[in-house]
């Protein structure tokens, strides 16, 4: 098979690693940067350019679309789609994957468990809405923050106060602002769970090293093999599909009242593989193979 890996570039690991998997199967493979890319719009015949020429044919396409680039990224994604590439991950699963209260909307709407969640534009009621979550310490995000970024823990009523005026006055663009409550017994704690298809073909736990609220690698957190429930197996699963992807790394706390789900990436780095020794690379690349020619399903969200 001809396959495009759409990316930041060939220095990234988690490139690095499809590659691997790619050549050592006999695929050919290339990487694209797909902030150099440009499309061309015309009735019947849509095209993408990259390095002054036309991309040629592929059998299939991996996106991993940088959370920053999302917009541009999908579009890259949506314009190969026209043209009958096959992608494991739609542009339109991507983009309802980033935005963190459409994604939520869909998690409750799936049956999944989620931590209680309110948003809202309206800085007047903010007494109302602390009241309505339960109380501080309360957790306080944007709906387009990634890697922990835009994720603040507002322990008194004071300071989720000060948290909220400063958001609400902050994003005039209309970015929504999120109350979460804050699960005490999973505080510094969650998992990851690797979904490929039908399966978890990884997870780990990951554990802040700090006083630290959020456990994310990129944030320093330590992450160590663990073995999921069936019921957290399922859930993710469940919660991938809720978003229409096939590839998609799952984060979940573990509660009192079971398993709830944080949040479906999209694009989840393969830190994962040297914690838990699991090969991600080549379950894409299996997953890939198996269903490139049947071509890319219809997403069937509907929202």
């Given at each position: 098979?001809k396959?495009?890996i759409l990316?930041?570039g060939?220095g990234?690991?988690?490139?690095?690693?499809?590659?691997?998997?790619?050549?050592a199967?006999?695929?050919e493979v290339?990487?694209?940067?797909?902030?150099?890319?440009?499309?061309s719009i015309?009735?019947?015949?849509?095209?993408?350019?990259y390095?002054?020429?036309d991309?040629?044919?592929?059998?299939?396409?991996?996106?991993?679309?940088?959370a920053?680039?999302?917009r541009y990224?999908?579009a890259?994604?949506?314009q190969?789609?026209t043209?009958?590439?096959?992608?494991p991950s739609s542009?339109?699963a991507?983009?309802?994957?980033?935005d963190k209260?459409?994604s939520?909307?869909l998690?409750?709407?799936?049956?999944?468990?989620?931590p209680k969640t309110?948003f809202?534009?309206?800085?007047t009621?903010?007494?109302?809405?602390i009241?309505?979550i339960g109380?501080?310490?309360?957790i306080?995000?944007?709906?387009?923050g990634?890697?922990?970024?835009?994720?603040?823990?507002?322990e008194?009523k004071?300071?989720a106060?000060?948290?909220?005026?400063?958001?609400?006055?902050?994003?005039?663009?209309?970015?929504?602002?999120?109350l979460q409550e804050?699960?005490?017994e999973?505080?510094?704690?969650?998992?990851?769970?690797?979904?490929?298809?039908?399966?978890?073909?990884?997870?780990?736990?990951r554990?802040?090293?700090?006083?630290d609220?959020?456990?994310?690698l990129?944030?320093?957190?330590?992450g160590?093999?663990?073995?999921l429930?069936d019921?957290e197996?399922?859930?993710?699963?469940k919660?991938?599909?809720?978003?229409?992807?096939?590839?998609?790394?799952?984060?979940?706390?573990?509660s009192?009242?079971?398993?709830?789900?944080?949040?479906?990436?999209a694009?989840p780095g393969?830190g994962i593989?040297?914690?838990?020794?699991?090969?991600?690379?080549a379950a894409?690349?299996d997953?890939?193979?198996r269903?490139?020619?049947?071509?890319?399903?219809?997403?069937?969200?509907?929202?």
């Amino acid at each position: 098979m001809k396959i495009a890996i759409l990316s930041n570039g060939p220095g990234n690991y988690s490139t690095k690693r499809l590659k691997e998997e790619a050549l050592a199967r006999g695929h050919e493979v290339q990487i694209i940067k797909y902030r150099d890319c440009y499309a061309s719009i015309e009735q019947n015949k849509p095209t993408v350019s990259y390095k002054g020429e036309d991309l040629g044919k592929y059998d299939a396409m991996i996106p991993r679309i940088a959370a920053n680039m999302t917009r541009y990224g999908t579009a890259i994604v949506r314009q190969l789609e026209t043209q009958g590439v096959y992608t494991p991950s739609s542009s339109i699963a991507i983009s309802r994957s980033r935005d963190k209260l459409r994604s939520l909307q869909l998690l409750a709407k799936a049956g999944v468990g989620i931590p209680k969640t309110i948003f809202s534009r309206n800085s007047t009621d903010i007494d109302d809405l602390i009241e309505k979550i339960g109380g501080t310490p309360i957790i306080i995000k944007l709906a387009r923050g990634t890697h922990g970024n835009g994720v603040v823990l507002a322990e008194t009523k004071k300071a989720a106060k000060s948290v909220l005026q400063a958001f609400y006055l902050t994003n005039e663009d209309g970015t929504n602002v999120l109350l979460q409550e804050f699960v005490k017994e999973s505080a510094g704690t969650d998992i990851r769970a690797f979904v490929v298809g039908n399966r978890v073909v990884a997870s780990m736990k990951r554990q802040s090293l700090d006083d630290d609220f959020r456990s994310n690698l990129h944030k320093g957190g330590e992450g160590t093999k663990i073995k999921l429930t069936d019921e957290e197996t399922k859930m993710a699963i469940k919660a991938a599909k809720s978003m229409g992807l096939s590839i998609a790394g799952v984060d979940l706390m573990r509660s009192e009242r079971g398993p709830l789900i944080l949040e479906v990436n999209a694009s989840p780095g393969f830190g994962i593989e040297k914690v838990t020794g699991r090969n991600i690379a080549a379950a894409i690349i299996d997953y890939v193979e198996r269903n490139a020619k049947r071509g890319s399903k219809k997403d069937r969200v509907g929202a």
